[in-house]
């Protein structure tokens, strides 16, 4: 990354979605620049791709250059239209980081590793997951059935990515019900079942502005012991003189954006099996859907 620390944006920024960009510029000296053309592309170092309708030329271009891009959800206006461009994308190994990377969760990453430590917990029997999102940080993934929010859409397609990168195994069952939904709260139960009998629930919630973007809550049964996990070690509130505080350690999901995005620049990873993952999770999640219609 020596020389050019241009990094070109596609699309007018969300100042609450995108607060990547900013983490980008503060913490790792690169310097965003509004782009339009194709022609700009080979002046920078990474794009990107904020708009929906993205710009194919613009895409195209950087592929070509092998420039790595961020393709900001969503992507295109229907899902079908989703899957259908990661499939080219796989393809062609282009270098791109999709931001559904809730699986880097510092927590979820610790537990993958905590499922083959057999000799200390044993094998994991059944597993149940909340994750709960800030009204901020959910994207408007595309759906034009109107018994489910675009919001919605994004938690269902998160969790099942979770649970494929958790535990990439066959579901036999699939349930989703919302049995609460106003203006303030939209709460989502999931049960899937594959080898273990396996629940994952999903809340969205309107919260305080000081509430990390992504919460993970962790019930997890081995053979010898069972692990309890809330989200304190994430982040917590302190009542001092001035007021509350949020004190907080480990990355939140924007600096883990911004992270492996950095990495991805500087040629560090690799991101073709995380996408292949990513696709299946579409598929899932469209099968799930037309089920449910």
Known sequence: MKGKKLIGVYGKADPL???????????????????????QVTEMIGIVMLEHNYNKEILEEAIKNDIPILLEIPFANSLDKEVELLEQLIARQAKVLLPLIVTHHPKLTKLKSFMTATDVLG???SLHITTIYHENYLREEPYFNKQYSGKLIYQLL????????????????????????NNKILLIHVKLEGAIGTGISTMYKISSVMAPPVEVHIEAVFFNRILVWDST???SILNSENG???IRWGMNIDELIAWRFVELLRGMISLNEELKRILRSYKILIEILRKSE
Do not use: M
């Not at 995108?18 to 194709?38: A, E, M, N, V, W």
């Not at 998160?158 to 939904?181: A, G, M, T």
């Open 17 to 39: 979605k995108h607060r990547y960009l900013d983490i980008l510029s503060k913490f790792y000296g690169l310097t965003t620049k509004q782009i339009c053309l194709p022609s």
């Open 158 to 181: 998160n969790f099942i990515d979770i649970f494929s990168w958790i535990s990439p195994l066959n579901f036999r069952q699939v349930r989703v019900w919302v049995p609460e939904k």
């Open 123 to 125: 094998s994991l029997q």
């Open 233 to 235: 070690e994430q982040s």
């Open 244 to 246: 509350l505080a949020q």
